[in-house]
């Protein structure tokens, strides 16, 4: 009794030290933020109160929000993500539960009918090689998790671009068809003249008529889905979709960093989370299976105390111990099943990784193939086929002025215009989709 008093209670004291010391997290909200940060240029609010709206500190708000700060906005505000962000709290909470040590098992039982007191104290042991395991596997755990949140950020980041670019072209849509609208109305006046003098038939009249009808209807259609496009976007950085929010495009510039498929194809396999996150998988399957592996031995120690009369002592304090082991025999059940399904979890991860790889591959090569030649119509329109149209209008403009013509090739030159404006407005907001996308794609800030 005197020599095992001792080790009883050292055993109990270093499990109760090591119940205290909780495993630490590798990886947090701030990490996200540096991330996001580091690559492009944006962090996450320290605040997580649902409901309440967080304005950046680099958002001037009554200037009119640009693009960048819309992003900034959303990231601090947008409902959907801040849920996702929570992940990595619940994803900490399990490694603290993975951390934790069972509580020993009291069995004790009074005196009664001439019985004596006795029980058992019992201590299991296993967690000596199966603690490390599992906090191993909580803190990969994490670890994806946050590279997964990382990607969620990415994806933020380029449906607020997407949808401010959608904005603008609906408004840049609104202004030339309500122009648009405009030129057809003063067409078909000038038809309805040219009927009653007898320059045209009918039906040519008719036409034109229900051509400006059509022009007017699209004019209607654009601004409608300028309202609901505001919407949208006011949902995406959590505001109300009736929020009275005011928009400003910025010049932007879509040859800030050239490079070629391949190098882009390197930056996505060195700074996509969701790669990351695929490798981290992979390693927390072989941690698992190590884990299910440690599983066959289940080890506990057992203390049974007695009271022996013929010993003296008290009617109710135990005076002999006797100490002891239970260990399941691993003889029919060795774990076999958890065994194989984590050693096919880890198979599956692999084949998932390379699938992903796969697939980023082919998002890199379709973002950049979409960039490159949209980049060219945008120039093309620029320096060409725009300018073009604008020196028909000029120079049809001065035949009418000397007389040689009539108004009604003015009108329609000036409608040709209108339909190349509105064409540039789409090849421009196309062209800043396929920037924001083939940045989405190699996981950071290259175009711009």
Known sequence: MQLVRPFIYGIILSMYALSGCAPKPQHSRAYVSDVLKKNYGFDLTTSETPGLHAMPPT????????????????LYNNAPYQADLVMISIAQADLVDAGVISNPLLRYLLPSGGLNVSGYINVAFDFLWQRPRRIAIANTEIERTAENMVQRGYTVIRDVQTGFANLQLARDRTEILAENARIRRDIARLNNTRFRLGEISELEASTSRADSAAAMDEFFRATLDTILTKNRLNTLLGFSPDTPTRFQSLPSNFRTQ???????????YTNQPELRAAQLAIRAAGNRMGWERSRIV?????????????????????????PGIQAEL???????????RARSEMEQASFQYVALRQRIATDV?????????TLK??????????????????LVQLSFQRGDISYLPVLEAMRQLVNGRLR?????????????????????KTER
């Open 59 to 74: 958002v001037i708000f009554d200037d009119g929000i640009s693009e960048d700060e819309a992003v900034s906005i959303a």
């Open 258 to 268: 050239q490079l070629s498929w391949s190098q882009y194809l390197d930056l996505a």
């Open 298 to 322: 289940m080890f506990m120690a057992t203390l049974g105390f007695d009271h022996i009369n013929a010993k003296g002592g008290t009617n109710t304090l135990p005076n002999a111990v006797q």
């Open 330 to 340: 691993p003889v029919l059940n060795r774990n076999q099943g958890r065994i194989a």
């Open 365 to 373: 090569a379709d973002a950049y193939n979409r960039y490159e030649q």
């Open 377 to 394: 119509s945008y120039e093309a329109w620029n320096t060409g086929v725009l300018s073009s149209l604008q020196e028909a209008v000029r």
């Open 424 to 444: 540039k407005a789409e090849i421009e907001a196309e062209l800043k989709r396929s920037v924001s996308q083939l940045n989405f794609a190699i996981g950071r």
